[in-house]
């Protein structure tokens, strides 16, 4: 059953307030867990006077969801991003061979041996998976590649066939010491997931009517591939489809180790609706 009215109110009295003008005294009363393979905990990383500085400068925007008593129920921070497809030079060659040898069978009269070297180049464009329609993409963009190289020679630069904007989040986590004030609520639903949905999604969706950006994305920290907390962002949270195509991303050092994901902000929308419209289903542990 959908949200009710009622369980809508509770939700719209929780305030979202940025992290660099909330008292230190508020922030000090987080307890959160600790961050696999790290001593620390993200409530101490999040609240690292550094970290907030990167708030204060305008690099991050920190936030945390506050109860009308002013008491931390989740925080989590945004910033700009970017994913991409690499460039494959290699397929380039392999396209443009290819395109090369679809145009030379066109011709009357071609011998028998550059016949059948126009169809290996063909085929071994179509084994590296490029598809026909493809061809003239791969040999437009190599005599494109060679250009740049050549104007832009660094080799710091990273070419990529095709960029998207993005938005990262990260620090995402829930206050523990808040469990009592959000069972008292009675959604019967948990307090992470619901706040992502009605908090941090609209906020996503709200950069779009500013900026361009087209997908969401983090970096769990789980060591294992299929972890716990991984398996929990993938099915409750950005719901990650098996054959999901893969994006390029930069990972710094911080997220070593750390599983990245992401998901179509577009979607998330959609998905925002479906957990509302089923908002009534009780789960077994809220917090």
Known sequence: MRITDEQQLKLDSLRCLRAKDVPTAILNEIKGPKVNGQDATLVDLFRNPNYLQEDVDGALASYVIVSPQNQVLIFFSIRCGELFFKSDPHKMVLGHNAWVAVN???????????RKKAMDAIRAALDEG???????????????FINDVKKEPSTEVSRVSQVFPAVELKFFGVNANAGDYWKSLELNQKMGETLFWNKIIPMVDELRNHIGCRFLYLFAADNEAEGHLVTYYKERL???EKNQVDLSFNKPYFDYESRFLYQDISKLIKEKERFFNAFN???????
């Not at 030379?104 to 071609?110: D, E, F, I, R």
């Open 281 to 287: 289903t009780e789960v077994e542990d809220p917090v």
């Open 130 to 144: 490029i598809a026909f329609d493809d061809f003239e993409f791969y040999a437009d963009k190599k005599q494109s």
């Open 104 to 114: 030379m069978l066109m011709k009357q009269g071609l011998a028998d041996d550059n």
């Open 238 to 240: 950005l719901h990650v």
